[in-house]
């Protein structure tokens, strides 16, 4: 099923980030050129004030960098611009093309680009490696982003209070993210919050238990549900982490 996104004026962006909320991709559970017609429509990356649009061209473009997106999609139409997305975009743009034009430039130079090491570049080698041996550096935890339904009592309870009152819980490997109220029916809302954790240090049933439904927060929280709980992948490049 087709898509149709705005992404010319600040309620277009709004509306897309509230679309991306529950969502890692505009359409599917997998990167498509549905997601490279939008990231192509976006003539600068999105402000942080967009915090699930950030998130999402974030990740678009470090895949884009990494190995490219080839998934088909469901449609998607950018209103006031064409739906079609040139295949070029869907392989890495990176720097390796103007390396490569920049080589070409370079025909009549006298470097052996592919010739064996120097013994500096060798002993600069075993320097890095013995250096990152010595550090014994600690492999990142793995990361997960979750999002919350947090359900009142009844249309009387103080919803500032009760999103206070979630946001009060702190620990180590939590952090709290951006945040709605959801009508749900007859005057009632409930919050829909997103929190990012690390897995080591943050169980989410551990949360939900023996913190938010328990007293003093269970003065104004009724329940709360799990709606989305989704890895965050981590790609280590030697001393360059890429997360999303």
């Not at 500096?120 to 041996?133: P, Y």
């Not at 997960?144 to 009152?165: I, N």
């Not at 238990?209 to 790609?235: G, M, R």
Request: glycine share 6%; aromatic share 6%; net charge negative.
């Amino acid at each position: 099923m087709a898509v149709t996104i705005s992404v010319t004026s600040g309620a277009g962006l709004t509306k897309l980030d509230e679309y991306l909320l529950t969502r890692s991709y505009i359409t599917g559970y997998q990167a498509s050129k549905d997601d490279l017609t939008v990231y192509s429509a976006l003539s600068n990356p999105p402000s942080s004030e967009y915090v699930n649009v950030s998130r999402w061209y974030n990740h678009i473009d470090a895949l884009l960098r990494l190995s490219g997106v080839s998934a088909e999609g469901c449609g998607v139409t950018i209103e006031g611009s064409a739906s079609i997305v040139e295949e070029a975009i869907a392989t890495p743009p990176a720097a390796d093309t103007k390396a490569s034009a920049a080589q070409d430039e370079d025909d009549d130079d006298d470097v052996d680009l592919f010739g064996e090491e120097t013994e500096e570049e060798k002993k600069a080698a075993e320097d890095r490696a013995a250096a990152v041996k010595a550090s014994g550096k600690k492999k990142e935890s793995g990361k997960s982003s979750v999002l919350l339904d947090v359900k009142p009592w009844d249309d009387e309870t103080d919803m500032q209070k009760l999103e206070e009152t979630v946001r009060s819980v702190q620990m180590e490997g939590l952090l709290w993210g951006a945040s709605k109220l959801v009508p749900v029916g007859y005057g009632i809302k409930k919050l829909t919050i997103m929190m990012t954790i690390v897995d080591d240090l943050v169980s989410v049933d551990t949360l939900i238990e023996d913190h938010l439904t328990v007293e003093p927060a269970s003065e104004y929280i009724q329940s709360c549900d799990i709606v989305a709980f989704n890895k965050i992948c981590i790609y280590d490049l030697g001393d360059l982490c890429v997360f999303y």
